[in-house]
C-alpha cells in the first residue's frame, strides 16, 4: 500500500497535524503510570509531611528539646486557633495572599514583556541587559529604605519589592527560552503567515512553556521571600509582622504557625500555577 492509499485511511491524524503544525514544540504528556493518578501523588506527597510532623511530636513529647525552643505541634494549633477566635489570622493571611499575588502579577507581567523584547530584539538586548543583570544582583534588602523614603509606609513599596523579586525570574527565563526557540520552527511559523504579535504568541511562547513555568513558579517562591523581607520591616499586619511581632515576644509557637502558614500558601499558589500550565499544555498541544 503506498505512502498517500496509507494515509487516506488516517484523515484524523492528518486532521490533527493540519490544525496544529507547530504540535512537536509542546513537550508531550508524560507516559501513564501509577504516579500519573493524582490519588498516589497525593499520598507520596504527603509522606514526608507526616513524618516530620510525627518526629516533632516525638521530639517534643520526650523532653528532648526546652518547650520554649520548640513547642508541640499542638500548642501551635493552640496559637492557630486563639489569633483566628479574636479574628487576626484570617486578616494575616488576606493581607499578605493580596498583597502577593498583586506583585507576583505586576512584576511577572514586566517580565513577559520586558523578557519577550529583549529576546527578540538585539538592539533592546544590548540597551537593556547591563543595566537589568546589574540592578538584578542588588539584594532584596537593599531596596527597603529607597522604597520606605520614596513611597512612605503605605502598600505601595510593599508590592513594588514583591514585584521587583517575581520580574527577575520571569524575564530571565523569558529571555532565555526565546533565544532557543528552534528556527526552524520560527520559519514555519513564517511560512504559515505569522508575523510578530502572532508569532510571539503562536509558535515562540508556546515553544518556552515549560521555561516560562518554571520562571513563574521560581518567581512566586520569590514574591512570598521578598513579602517576609517587607512585612519584616515596615507592616503592622500580614504574616511577615506575625514573624516579628512574635520574635520580639518569644512566642515560637506563632512563628512556627506563621512559617507553615507561609509554606502552605506558597504550595497552594504553586499549584495554581501548575493547574495553569496543564491549561496551556493543553491550548497549545
Known amino acids: 500500500m503506498s505512502t498517500v492509499t ?6 484524523h491524524s492528518i486532521t490533527a497535524t493540519v490544525r496544529n503544525p507547530f504540535r512537536a514544540a509542546v513537550p508531550g504528556r508524560w507516559r501513564r503510570g501509577p504516579l500519573e493518578r493524582r490519588g498516589v501523588r497525593i499520598a507520596l506527597g504527603a509522606v514526608v509531611p507526616l513524618l516530620l510532623l510525627l518526629v ?3 521530639v517534643t513529647s520526650a523532653g528532648w528539646v526546652r518547650s520554649y ?8 494549633w493552640t ?32 517580565g513577559l514583556v520586558i523578557g519577550s523584547v529583549v529576546g527578540l530584539s538585539r538592539v533592546a538586548a544590548a540597551l537593556l541587559e547591563p543595566v537589568l543583570g546589574a540592578i538584578r544582583a542588588v539584594p532584596s534588602l537593599a531596596w527597603v529604605p ?19 523579586g517575581a520580574f527577575f ?9 526565546l533565544r532557543h526557540v528552534d528556527p526552524l520552527l520560527v ?15 503562536g509558535v515562540q511562547l508556546p515553544a518556552t512553556v515549560p521555561g516560562v513555568v518554571a520562571g513563574l513558579r521560581l518567581a512566586l517562591a520569590q514574591s512570598w521571600l521578598f513579602l517576609v523581607a517587607a512585612e519584616l520591616l515596615a507592616s503592622s499586619m500580614g504574616l511577615g509582622f506575625l514573624l516579628m511581632d512574635s520574635g520580639n515576644n518569644g512566642r515560637v509557637d506563632r512563628i512556627l504557625l506563621a512559617i507553615v ?24 498541544a
Not at 496509507?6 to 484523515?11: C, F, G, K, L, W
Open 146 to 164: 529607597l522604597l520606605l523614603l520614596w513611597m512612605g509606609i503605605g502598600e505601595e513599596p510593599k508590592i513594588v519589592l514583591i514585584a521587583i
Open 169 to 177: 525570574p520571569v524575564y530571565t527565563t523569558v529571555v532565555a527560552g
Open 79 to 110: 496559637a492557630a486557633v486563639d489569633l483566628a477566635q479574636r479574628g487576626l489570622l484570617g486578616q494575616y493571611v488576606a493581607i499578605s495572599t493580596q498583597r502577593v499575588l498583586i506583585g507576583f502579577a505586576i512584576g511577572a507581567a514586566l
Open 261 to 284: 502558614l507561609l509554606a502552605g500558601l506558597g504550595k497552594v499558589t504553586d499549584g495554581l500555577i501548575g493547574l495553569g500550565e496543564r491549561l496551556l499544555g493543553r491550548r497549545w
Open 69 to 76: 525552643q520548640l513547642p508541640a505541634p499542638a500548642s501551635v
Open 56 to 58: 516533632w511530636q516525638l
Open 6 to 11: 496509507q494515509a487516506a485511511d488516517r484523515p
Open 187 to 201: 520559519e514555519a511559523g513564517r511560512a504559515y503567515g505569522l508575523r510578530g504579535a502572532r508569532l510571539l504568541a
